[in-house]
């Protein structure tokens, strides 16, 4: 039985795994700005002004655009089952050349194709321009599925403003953009420091000087309580309560007067001892007899003053 389920938890993962794989890969993209009226804005690898149109990944993966589709003109697309209609339009496409590393687009990354009808300069520029049609359409490598088309106001031809996506890749938000950012993501946003909050916020610095005084005073009080029960807890003695049957007669308490007259053990050890080692121990035995003698009945040498002073020098 176990293994059975650990089988099914393989294919339910594997399973898993495929349709993540298949929900993050061509599907992804999304044409994100366009930029037609291009006189002083982004130039190209040969230093032109032309106009330009952004891709960009919003999956988490890597997605590589080789061998999709970009046009301008998607007439008949509806007889794409005709080989032979389908070879035309695919004549007329930009297919995007397969096996340059460049073509793989980084997750939520974008790249920049340049709409200026010369597809020899380069990968990344397309055999059309955007003066044609209103608008530009990304196809799928199979030539039958438009992956996202990208439908801008006439206005852009004549002003240097750029049509895309406010937030990347979200086709519902597309309108005429303040900034150029091609190449690059298209909602700019501010960090703003917290400092700088702060600033706007108090300028004069008030509640910080309170935050902190009231922070101070809080671990004060804190450190106040905690010694308190710190002294409690250590001047209290543990007392152990014995257990008096229900039975047992009354002790009458002893008065503090009689308390303080009684022996505790180490003095009564104490009394004892002393009292054991009078009665046991050894004593000499005393005459109780005192005799005095004459100094004259021992000869002293020390008694006679003769040989206490040094003698005097003789004269030759």
């Known amino acids: 039985m176990n293994k059975f389920k650990l089988t099914g938890l393989i294919l339910l993962f594997a399973i898993a795994s495929c349709f993540s794989v298949k929900a993050q890969q061509i599907s992804d993209l999304r044409l994100n700005e366009i930029l037609i009226k291009n006189d002083t804005n982004f130039i190209d690898d040969y230093g032109r002004h032309v106009p330009w149109i952004e891709i960009f990944n919003t999956a988490y993966n890597t997605v590589n655009v080789g061998g999709c589709f970009l046009t301008n003109d998607t007439t008949g697309m509806s007889q794409i089952s005709d080989k032979a209609v389908a070879e035309k339009l695919r004549n007329k496409w930009y297919a995007i050349p397969k096996g340059d590393p460049l073509t793989a687009i980084q997750q939520r990354s974008c790249v920049v194709f340049y709409m200026d009808a010369n597809p020899t300069y380069g990968t990344f520029h397309v055999n059309f321009d955007p003066y044609k049609t209103d608008y ?19 206005e852009i031809r004549n002003k240097t403003v750029s049509y895309g996506c406010e937030k990347d890749g979200d086709i519902s938000t597309r309108k005429i953009l303040e900034t150029f950012t091609p190449g690059s993501v298209n909602e700019i946003t501010t960090n703003e420091s917290k400092s700088d909050k702060l600033a706007k916020t108090d300028p004069y610095g008030f509640s910080l000087t309170l ?12 450190i106040y309580i905690m010694l308190k029960l710190f ?12 257990k008096v049957p229900a039975n047992a007669p009354a002790v ?65």
Do not use: C
């Not at 935050?211 to 804190?222: E, G």
């Not at 003769?306 to 003789?314: C, E, Q, V």
């Open 136 to 154: 530009v359409a990304l196809i799928n490598s199979n030539g039958k599925d438009i992956i996202d088309i990208i439908q801008f106001p006439a």
């Open 252 to 316: 009458a308490e002893a008065s503090p007067k009689e308390q303080e007259d009684e022996l505790n053990g180490e003095e009564i050890a104490a009394i004892t001892m002393a009292l054991d080692l009078h009665l046991t121990s050894q004593h000499d035995q005393e005459s109780e007899i005192i005799t005095i003698e004459s100094p004259s009945a021992h000869y002293s040498p020390w008694a006679q003053k003769n040989l206490i002073f040094k003698k005097s020098p003789r004269k030759n």
């Open 231 to 242: 002294a409690k807890f250590a001047n209290k003695k543990p007392t152990k309560k014995q």
């Open 211 to 222: 935050m902190a005084m009231s922070v101070v005073f809080a671990v004060l009080i804190i």
